[in-house]
């Protein structure tokens, strides 16, 4: 695989493995794959995450719209 990449991001990578952080550019793209498809990869699960960190809040909103349901009875409800 050939890739082309923008002149600072290929500085960054030669400077990356040129320290050392890297045994080679091999190695920097693969790590640079592997995050970008983790972050891919999270990016899909986002609705997900999002109701496991903000739980609380989705249960006082489901509260809420069941509170107000009960309030409503369907002969009220507006005819289409």
């Known amino acids: 695989?050939?890739?082309k990449l923008p002149d600072d991001l290929e500085r960054s990578i030669r400077e990356a493995v040129d320290?050392?952080?890297f045994a080679s550019l091999d190695e920097?793209?693969?790590e640079?794959?592997?995050r970008l498809l983790h972050q891919l990869d999270a990016t899909a699960d986002g609705s997900i995450?999002?109701?496991?960190d903000a739980a609380d809040?989705?249960?006082a909103i489901v509260a809420d719209a069941y509170q107000a349901r009960r309030?409503?009875?369907w002969r009220d409800l507006p005819l289409e």
């Open 28 to 30: 920097a793209m693969a």
């Open 32 to 34: 640079a794959a592997r």
């Open 19 to 21: 320290s050392g952080r």
């Open 49 to 52: 995450g999002a109701m496991r």
């Open 1 to 3: 695989m050939t890739i």
């Open 57 to 59: 809040e989705l249960d």
């Open 71 to 73: 309030g409503e009875s």
